[in-house]
């Protein structure tokens, strides 16, 4: 259920972006202060606002509920 709405909410209120660890823009992530999650490991999620700030992030796959949550306060 809880991947079924995170879907859903990706599809409706985000604009979602996957990036490749041997992509330049992946080293322009590692090296951002704001993302030092992403050193610990992957997966990393990132819920950037429009303007591009940091709103939410965590490496916790399982964190869907939080994801979701996120996704739809910063589309209210």
Request: hydrophobic share 45%.
């Amino acid at each position: 259920m809880l991947n079924a709405e995170l879907n859903q909410a990706l599809r409706e209120k985000a604009i979602a972006v996957k990036l490749v660890d041997k992509e330049p823009e992946f080293e322009a992530f590692r090296e951002n202060a704001a993302h030092r999650q992403l050193k610990i490991g992957l997966p990393y999620f990132a819920i950037l606002t429009a303007d591009g700030q940091l709103s939410w992030s965590g490496t916790d796959y399982k964190a869907a509920q939080k994801m979701v949550a996120e996704l739809t306060k910063l589309a209210i």
